[in-house]
C-alpha cells in the first residue's frame, strides 16, 4: 500500500476526547497488496479475480488512521464493519474519521472511532464505514 497523510499533529491516548478529528489517511492498495488480503483470508472468489478491494481492509485502514494521529500501544476490541459498495484495486482510498466516544468499562478507558473509507473519485459515498473500540495495551493483564 502507498499511503500519503497530511500531519495533524500526535495526541495521546489519554488526551483523546469526543470529537477528536483524526484526520485523513490516504492510500492507494495495488492489485498485488489487494491479492494478499484476500489469500491471507482463504478466500478465492471471482470477485478476486476482478481485482474487487477486500472489504475487511477497512479495519486496517482504521487503526492505520487512528495510529497515524495518536501514537500509543493500543489494543483493538470491537469492530463494526459496514460496505456500501464495491471498488476495485489501484483506487485511491480516503479514509476520515473521529473519536465519538470515551468511556470506563472494567477499570480500563477506551475510545470509540468512526471512520468512513471513500475513494477519491466519489469522495461523498462511503466505500466503507467503521466503527472500532480501543483501550490502551498497557492496561491490558493489570490486577485490579
Keep these: 500500500m502507498n499511503n500519503e497523510r ?9 488526551a483523546l476526547a469526543p470529537g477528536t ?12 497488496a489487494n491479492e494478499r488480503y484476500w489469500r491471507a483470508a482463504g478466500v478465492d472468489h471471482p470477485a478476486l479475480r476482478d481485482g474487487a478491494l ?13 495510529g497515524a494521529r495518536c501514537p500509543d500501544p493500543v ?12 471498488a476495485r484495486s489501484d483506487t485511491k482510498l480516503v479514509t476520515t474519521g473521529r473519536v465519538t466516544a470515551r468511556y470506563t ?28 473500540s480501543f483501550t490502551p495495551a498497557a492496561t491490558v493483564g493489570l490486577a485490579r
Design 6 to 14: 497530511p500531519d495533524l499533529g500526535l495526541i495521546s491516548f489519554s
Design 21 to 32: 478529528d483524526l484526520g485523513e489517511y490516504r492510500v492507494e492498495v495495488s492489485r498485488a
Design 54 to 66: 477486500y472489504p475487511p481492509i477497512a479495519a486496517n485502514l482504521t487503526v492505520l488512521l487512528f
Design 75 to 86: 489494543i483493538q476490541t470491537r469492530q463494526v464493519l459496514r460496505c456500501h459498495r464495491a
Design 105 to 132: 468499562k472494567r477499570d480500563r478507558v477506551y475510545v470509540d472511532v468512526e471512520a468512513t473509507v471513500t475513494t477519491t473519485d466519489a469522495p461523498t459515498e462511503p466505500l466503507w464505514t467503521s466503527i472500532v
